[in-house]
């Protein structure tokens, strides 16, 4: 079935460190693939999405690029910040029915200073 | 980005009460709503799709019964969680997609209802 698998958290950096987040999927058909950012205590954000093969989001620093023939949508950042400390989650998004959204486990990242 | 509001924010209950959460889209059209459950360092559980007009769709091992969806009109969902259990607390969380979904049309969250039941 659909899925998506993010490496598992939490991940801790240095201010100004470079981060990767993996995400990878399984699904039939052609979904588009979104990165969601949840603060603590409140709901999701929308950070980026693609909607198809090679198509590349970004936003506040943040890129990703879809990756169809690795089934990839890795989350990527040149230089974080505290407050980029946040739960991360890589959703797809199916193309038929009522279009739901899939969501992987979540990583954490905390930034220190 | 449109808006979505969900209420309460936080909710204590005893246990055998039942609690009602709503998520309301403030300026779009939603059609369609989802109802997640979030379970502390977890991912998101979609619950059930909200369908205005129509029964909602439970997602497999979701009992109906329990959770209790209305999308009574087209920007409100309500979900209540009848005879509450301490094992029904956790973070609950509605998303909206505007009517007019498109290809890639992202979801927008409200900010999520703690539910404890004590």
């Known amino acids: 079935g659909d899925s998506v698998t993010q490496m598992e958290g939490p991940v801790t950096l240095s201010e100004e460190a470079f981060l990767t987040i993996n995400c990878t999927y399984t699904a039939t058909g052609y979904p588009s693939l979104f990165w969601y950012v949840q603060y603590p205590g409140e709901g999701l954000q929308l950070l980026l999405k693609a909607t198809k093969a090679d198509d590349k989001g970004s936003n506040k620093g943040f890129e990703a690029t879809y990756r169809k023939e690795t089934t990839s949508f890795h989350l990527e950042k040149g230089s974080v910040q505290v407050s980029d400390s946040a739960v991360y989650f890589c959703?797809?998004?199916?193309?038929?029915?009522?279009?739901?959204?899939?969501f992987g486990a979540g990583t954490r990242l905390a930034v220190h200073p | 980005g449109a808006v979505v509001s969900q209420h309460p924010s936080r909710v204590i209950c005893k246990s055998g009460t039942s609690v009602k959460i709503e998520c309301r889209s403030l300026?779009?059209?939603?059609?369609?709503m989802f109802w997640y459950r979030q379970f502390p360092k977890k991912s998101l559980m979609l619950m059930a799709t909200?369908?205005?007009?129509?029964?909602?769709?439970?997602e497999q091992g979701v009992e109906k019964d329990k959770f209790l969806i209305n999308h009574a009109s087209l920007t409100l969902s309500t979900l209540t969680v009848t005879s509450a259990h301490p094992e029904d607390s956790s973070f609950y969380i509605c998303?909206?997609?505007?009517?007019?979904?498109?290809?890639?049309?992202?979801?927008?969250f409200g900010q999520g209802t703690r539910l404890t039941v004590v």
């Open positions: 959703a797809l998004g199916l193309s038929g029915g009522y279009n739901k959204l899939i």
């Open positions: 909200s369908n205005e007009g129509s029964k909602a769709t439970y």
């Open positions: 998303s909206a997609r505007s009517h007019l979904v498109t290809r890639g049309a992202e979801a927008f």
């Open positions: 300026d779009f059209q939603a059609t369609t």
